[in-house]
């Protein structure tokens, strides 16, 4: 790819869209992760308002200190770059004490990280709507629309996608053009709703670069009998994901009523 050319590209459309749309700027979740990095930079390279805001609940101490330094080197790169902690932790605890107590069990605990990123989702948009932001997802396209690695109404509840088109090596391709933060390019990427050091490899079995590598395989109308060894677990892997999360990345349905059963006029 041309990074400086998609940079500028991107760049653009946000800044197009939110006139078009009459908005002040943009309002960005910072995990110390790369894609939210890359997000809030291309962001703030349109001039436009730009918040940065970080949300911890029980966060793992390497992702805020990653989340601030890159902050703290946008604030100084960008004029427009404002930013604000909102520590979610309280609010999540108290969350979970007006709920029915349930037995301890891995659905628990993954829809409580759902409801973690939810809560996210809801203080972003409070601040959109305080300052007539648009919420920009952080998403790249093998999340978005290989294995819907995302929160439905969390992380995914968002206003405009400036990276859903890009797979994750093309946004550390951007991620180093962009001079994001060294320790963020290094950083194994991790969704942060465990309150612990879980990567995503750790939670789907397989890598971006081998989820890529479906992906591109998938398009290409292969199926796991073309494949074997690794290769043939990490594409059944990768399907899955992207069949189990279909309900994610297809609109939502919708009941149609027919005709015949309409009260005629």
Known sequence: MQPEKTIDYIVNWLKEYAVKAKMEGFVVGISGGIDSAVTSSLCAKTGLRTLCVEMPIHQHA?????????????????ANV????????????????????TPQSETLFLTLANARARLRMTTLY?????????????????EDFGVGFYTKYGDGGVDLSPIADLMKSEVYTIGKALD??????????TDGLWGDSRTDEDQIGASYDELEWAMHMKDNGKTATDFEGRQRQVFEI??????ANQH??????????????????
Request: hydrophobic letters at 40%.
């Open 180 to 189: 994001v933060p060294q320790s963020i390019l290094n950083a194994a990427p």
């Open 238 to 243: 990768f399907t899955r994901f992207n069949t």
């Open 82 to 101: 404002t930013d604000t902690r909102v520590d979610l932790t309280p609010v999540f605890e108290s969350f979970k004490t007006t709920l029915p107590t």
């Open 126 to 142: 409070y601040f959109a709507g305080l300052h007539r932001y648009l919420v920009a997802g952080t998403g790249n396209k093998v």
């Open 62 to 78: 390497s992702q805020v200190t990653r989340a601030q330094e890159h902050i703290d080197q946008l604030k100084k790169r960008f």
């Open 248 to 265: 994610k990345m297809l609109p939502i349905p919708v009941c149609e009523i027919p005709q015949e059963l309409r009260m005629r006029v």
